[in-house]
């Protein structure tokens, strides 16, 4: 027992050393940089950074927890961070607000000018359409805005004090939970004002950017591009909702290769990608009930790809639901899987016949 115990406090040791060589050697680092080069769990090395917080050894600068940055605890290196940085922040009346205009403002007031057209493009998309849910959903008088720039990349929040995203699917479609209003909003084509939105910009913004946090009625949907991954966490309730992105620079990514990747031939967002596991609160699949909130509302779409990774297991029930029952009654969509392991493959192909 002895042994074990001394075999962890080492591993701890050596995974903390690597976070402060990798900080010390980059400058500056997120959380999600520390989670994607160390392959340790996020829980772990928020604790090994609380750790070099309270020694003093590290900084944290930013927003919340979930989006800073960390540095060397040394003057030098704060001057250079702070120098490197520049910030756009305002309130806005929600009343008469154009989302477009405040991207013109914020563009004047900061060294964005300096973007390639794919990075502006990326940037002005994501900016105008955050913010303009939350003009036209959250019933917020006030909205803040806040975007900073520096040498790793672009960080935008958006923050309203209105209903909360969440709970506004919530009881604008009759679902029973939050969780609910979460998976309905990851399917794209969620929208609670079909007269005036398509509801794909929540979709498409968050895989677009590479990372895109929404905070909403104790809940918090992260979007990570850089792991390639999304996760839904608890949060501290309060009111409204904040919205929260990354861009890093210099940036790869393009806008049209996002639009193409969920856009059929004839140009309409047609396909919808759905990580099975956000819609339950464990790692089993077994009832009907389950196959029926996960397809909820998916008659829309001529694709549907169903990520069963982090799914332990499913039931015939499940299976049968939705590669049979809800093929059957709709044999326009097409219905793929990836990421299922021995067992749920087994399942899956069994309700195929």
Not at 86 to 94: C, D, L
Not at 194 to 203: A, L, Q, V
Request: a positive charge.
């Amino acid at each position: 027992m002895i042994q074990k115990l001394c075999c962890h406090y080492v591993v701890m040791i050596k995974n903390k050393d690597a976070i402060l060589k990798m900080i010390a050697k980059k400058g500056v680092l997120r959380n999600s940089d520390l989670v994607s080069k160390l392959g340790i769990s996020r829980q772990a090395i928020a604790r090994h950074l609380k750790d070099l917080m309270r020694e003093g050894k590290i900084i944290r600068r930013g927003g919340s927890r979930q989006n800073s940055f960390y540095l060397l605890n040394d003057p030098k290196r704060i001057d250079e961070f702070s120098g490197k940085q520049a910030e756009f922040k305002k309130r806005f009346k929600a009343l008469g607000l154009l989302e477009d205009s405040a991207f013109e403002e914020a563009l004047k007031e900061s060294p964005l000018k300096n973007l390639a057209q794919d990075e502006l493009d990326i940037l002005r998309y994501a900016f105008t359409e955050m913010l303009n849910n939350a003009i036209d959903h959250s019933g917020s008088k006030f909205i803040d805005v806040v975007m900073r720039i520096g040498e790793l990349g672009v960080c935008v929040e958006i923050n309203d004090r209105g209903i909360g995203a969440f709970e506004n699917i919530r009881a604008k479609k009759g679902l029973p939970g939050i969780m609910d209003a979460v998976g309905e909003l990851l399917k794209g084509k969620q929208t609670t004002a079909p007269d005036r939105h398509s509801g794909e910009g929540i979709f498409f913004t968050s895989r677009a950017v590479d990372r895109f946090v929404l905070s909403s009625n104790g809940k918090r949907l992260i979007v990570d591009g850089r792991i390639d991954d999304l996760f839904v966490e608890g949060a501290r309730k309060k009111k409204g909702t904040s919205v929260y992105f990354e861009l890093d620079l210099p940036s790869s990514r393009k806008l049209a290769d996002v639009f193409r990747k969920y856009t059929g031939e004839d140009f309409t967002f047609d396909k919808s990608s759905i990580s099975v596991r956000l819609f339950d609160s464990g790692d089993s699949y077994i009832s009907r009930s389950q196959a029926k909130r996960l397809l909820h509302s998916m008659e829309s779409f001529r694709r549907i790809e169903l990520d069963f990774t982090g799914v332990r297991t499913v039931g015939q029930g499940f299976a049968d639901e939705v590669f049979r029952v809800f093929a059957e009654n709709h044999p326009d969509i097409d219905i793929s899987w990836k990421g299922a392991n021995e067992d749920v493959e087994f399942m899956i192909r069994r309700s195929l016949g």
